[in-house]
């Protein structure tokens, strides 16, 4: 089984900073790797797939790259409403797992 | 605009089986694109791939609960289904069913119901 890693579990920043979220894989799953975000109360939203496209209706702000087992979400200037919780998915054994996700809170 | 919707009970007594369904609106299950799954979340926890299927009946199981996990598709209501047997404290979660394209990203979910196992 793959087991995907994140981090940091908590990232306290201020709207409009810059954040970088992690997602380490146990073994590499090629681009085979999605992000999403997820606020209280509310089921997940896909952001982005494949490790680097942004699904329908997402804004700029949000980035994907990375390949292999070392991926990386960024979002460019923090938003009131990106303070939510952040999950990596992987695919490279359909229909994959979860990482334990990133808390991005605010400062 | 795609909607799912899961129905069941809230709560449910150990060693029973927790049933819940997923009706689909808006699009069809019978679509040759996608596929339907279920993950569940604990309280305060991270999301938890429980199954899938397709709408001809293949189902793909998480290996952990296959020997107590049901997964179903019911073509005419356009709805899924799932039956989780001999439930304890920690199969308590939020249950969301989703769908899924056959690359397996989910794309849409339904909002979540909470099951509690307790007597």
């Known amino acids: 089984e793959i087991v995907l890693t994140q981090s940091p579990a908590t990232l306290s920043l201020s709207p409009g900073e810059r954040a970088t979220l992690s997602c380490r894989a146990s073994?590499?799953?090629?681009?085979?790797l999605a992000w999403y975000q997820q606020k209280p109360g509310q089921a997940p939203r896909l952001l982005i797939y494949?490790?680097?496209n942004r699904a329908t209706g997402i804004p700029a702000r949000f980035s994907g790259s990375g390949s292999g087992t070392d991926f990386t979400l960024t979002i460019s200037s923090l938003e009131p409403e990106d303070f939510a919780v952040y999950y990596c998915?992987?695919?490279?054994?359909?229909?994959?797992?979860f990482g334990p996700g990133t808390k991005v809170d605010i400062k | 605009q795609l909607q799912l919707q899961e129905s069941g009970p809230g709560l449910v007594k150990p060693s029973e089986t927790l049933s819940l369904s997923c009706i689909v609106s808006g699009g069809s299950i019978s679509s040759n694109t996608y596929y339907w799954g279920w993950i569940r979340q604990p309280p305060g926890k991270g999301l938890e791939w429980i199954g899938s299927?397709?709408?001809?009946?293949?189902?793909y199981y998480n290996p952990s609960l296959k020997s107590r996990l049901t997964i179903s598709v019911d073509t005419s209501k356009n709805q899924f289904s799932l039956n989780l047997s001999s439930v304890t404290a920690a199969d308590t979660a939020v249950y969301y069913c989703?769908?899924?394209?056959?690359?397996?990203?989910?794309?849409?979910w339904g909002q979540g119901t909470l099951v509690t196992v307790s007597s």
């Open positions: 494949d490790a680097s």
């Open positions: 299927i397709y709408y001809s009946g293949s189902t």
């Open positions: 989703a769908r899924l394209y056959s690359s397996g990203w989910y794309s849409d």
């Open positions: 998915q992987q695919r490279s054994n359909w229909p994959g797992t």
């Open positions: 073994q590499s799953v090629s681009s085979y």
